[in-house]
């Protein structure tokens, strides 16, 4: 049984895509919680980052070169913005296909775990 992303992925749950090639797909989170809240996936299902191969993380760069992308074309990469990896149960991951997080678009707080 494929996973809520491997539904996007191929088609079978709808989302609102910023860009795709044959690796990486990146939508727009449906609940966002900043003016741009975009998630970045590689097509390939992994559950988290742990789950990557060394042999294969070269799809980590590629997603990173993406993000970069995307904050060009966007017009966020002068602001700045935030990539936000959770993994696992204590990082609060929810979705169990990895994928990246942009926030863009407003001045963004401190994490939690960086509050004194
Ligand atoms: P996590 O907590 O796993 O790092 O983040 C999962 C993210 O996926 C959440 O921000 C949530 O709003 C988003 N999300 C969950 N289901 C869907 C969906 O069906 N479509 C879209 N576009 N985003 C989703
Ligand atoms: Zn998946």
Redesign the pocket.
């Known amino acids: 049984m494929s996973c809520?992303f491997c539904k996007?992925v191929n088609g079978e749950?709808p989302?609102s895509k910023v860009y795709e090639d044959d690796k990486v797909l990146a939508?727009?989170?449906?609940?966002p919680v900043t003016p741009y809240h975009i998630?970045v996936i590689p097509k390939k299902h992994y559950d988290s980052i742990i789950d990557i191969p060394e042999k294969e993380m070269e799809i980590i760069a590629h997603i990173h070169n993406v993000i970069n992308k995307i904050a060009n074309k966007e017009g966020f990469d002068k602001k700045g913005f935030r990539i936000i990896n959770?993994c696992g149960e204590d990082g609060?991951?929810?979705?169990k296909h990895i994928?990246y997080?942009i926030l863009a678009g407003k001045k963004l707080p401190l994490y939690e775990a960086e509050k004194k």
């Open positions: 809520i996007i749950i989302s939508f727009n989170d449906i609940n998630l959770n609060g991951q929810e979705v994928h997080h």
